[in-house]
């Protein structure tokens, strides 16, 4: 995995995820941030789990808004999180929706597997 691909994966803002992939993205890149960022601060204070807490912040508005393109929202309506009590409620329900099935403006459908098992009977 190159550098590139490593960054437009945890932090690109194009495409779709699948409910499942999300989730694991989140709890891998939380796990990664929390080692690095507390092996940081041994050797740079309090600023090391800092940097990491941003990091992680990034990463998981990025995986939140390609969580949002599978439900068929765009990228800004992430914002409405600011909005308070409802705002928060509203995302976490929008999260958790299963995407659409077919593609839409942002991508191909992730969880489709039209050529997952192909028997060719023909023959």
């Not at 508005?61 to 800004?76: E, K, N």
């Not at 309506?77 to 593609?103: S, Y």
Request: proline fraction near 4%.
């Amino acid at each position: 995995m190159t550098v590139l691909s490593f960054y437009s994966t945890f932090f690109g803002f194009g495409g779709r995820l699948t409910r499942s992939e999300w989730f694991l993205r989140l709890v891998l890149m939380a796990l990664l941030c929390i080692a690095f960022g507390s092996l940081a601060s041994r050797f740079v204070g309090e600023l090391g789990p800092g940097i990491f807490a941003l990091v992680y912040l990034a990463c998981a508005v990025t995986q939140s808004t390609r969580r949002l393109h599978d439900v068929g929202r765009a990228g800004p309506a992430f914002l409405l999180v600011l909005v308070p009590v409802f705002g928060p409620v509203w995302l976490i329900i929008q999260l958790c929706k299963r995407g659409v099935a077919h593609e839409n403006r942002f991508g191909a459908d992730p969880a489709s597997r039209s050529d997952y098992f192909k028997v060719d009977i023909a023959r």
